[in-house]
């Protein structure tokens, strides 16, 4: 399994890509990683979207958070079709269940960016928020886990799997889903 969570300036499947954070993992534990920062003023050359609204939510983040929107983004490696195909050749991906949190976010985004080409099977998505929904609120707080750094695709991707994880480790009987 794979946990995918990416970065935006937007929230149209044609927005604008600031990180991709994806990690490999199953009910013991997390394994490979992926994380790559791009290239902004690329995406934007290329017809990519940016909403101002996103932009301005950005500014109230943590300077760490801002960070992967620094002008030092410049190595062609940071362009968007040179890290899709990095994350494409990262994991092997034929019949890998491939998670995200919310799957009208991430993976309509990185279908865009694929033009319809993901290196997963579509019928393969799946939807923490989904499985998190239906927890029982009292649940919730035992078995999410947060991110070291909020807002960096690869720390998010990594606490989503391990929320995941927690849920499917919860003991019989109890709020399991």
């Known amino acids: 399994m794979i946990m995918i969570d990416i970065e935006t300036l937007g929230t149209a499947t044609d927005t604008v890509i600031l990180s991709i954070g994806a990690v490999e993992f199953d009910k013991t534990g997390l394994g490979s990683e992926f994380y790559q920062v791009l290239n902004v003023q690329n995406q934007i050359d290329t017809g ?47 019949d890998t269940q ?3 949190y919310g799957l009208n976010f991430d993976i309509p985004i990185l279908d865009h960016a694929y033009q319809g080409h993901t290196p997963w099977d579509f019928r393969n998505t799946r939807c923490l928020r989904t499985i998190l929904g239906d927890l029982p ?15 960096n695709a690869l720390e998010d991707a990594k606490a989503q799997a391990l929320t995941l994880i927690n849920i499917w480790n919860l003991p019989p009987g109890s709020a399991r889903v």
Request: hydrophobic share 50%; net charge negative; charged share 30%.
């Open 137 to 151: 609120e009292f649940a919730k707080p035992f078995v999410r886990v947060k991110p070291t750094l909020a807002h």
């Open 98 to 100: 491939v998670w995200c």
């Open 48 to 94: 990519r979207s940016v909403t101002m609204w996103t932009i301005a939510w950005w500014m109230k983040q943590s300077k760490e958070a801002q960070s992967i929107m620094s002008d030092d983004v410049q190595d062609e490696a940071d362009y968007l079709a040179s890290a899709l195909a990095e994350l494409k050749d990262a994991f092997e991906w034929k």
